[in-house]
């Protein structure tokens, strides 16, 4: 059974960073592309970064190239994002996907606020 765990939200400042987890099992990691989406309430979800299983690919929203950084430990079956530079529009709700199995996880928070 996949199974995917986000966490690292919270509140945050404008400019300032954080960096959220997700923590996979259920399958072989290493073997997938992952992806992280975040949606705010009334609006579709956004596709934010996408890795390929290798993590030699990357691919980024218009939106947060730049600022954001995705990435894997295939030893640690954990993926990454790293957010610089938050912005008020920013704070969304995000989500760790594995595409494949059209599995997500629960979401973590974040707000970006002053």
């Known amino acids: 059974q996949v199974q995917l765990v986000e966490s690292g939200g919270g509140l945050v400042q404008p400019g300032g960073s954080l960096t959220l987890s997700c923590s996979a099992s259920g399958f072989t990691f290493s073997n997938y592309a992952m992806r992280w989406y975040r949606q705010v309430p009334g609006k579709e979800r956004e596709l934010v970064a996408h890795i390929y299983s290798t993590a030699r690919i990357t691919n980024y929203a218009d939106s947060v190239k730049g600022r954001f950084t995705i990435s894997r430990d295939n030893v640690k079956n954990t993926m990454y994002l790293q957010m610089n530079n938050l912005k008020p529009e920013d704070t969304a709700v995000y989500y760790c996907?594995?595409?494949?199995?059209?599995?997500w996880g629960r979401g973590t928070q974040v707000t970006v606020s002053s």
């Open positions: 996907v594995a595409p494949s199995f059209a599995s």
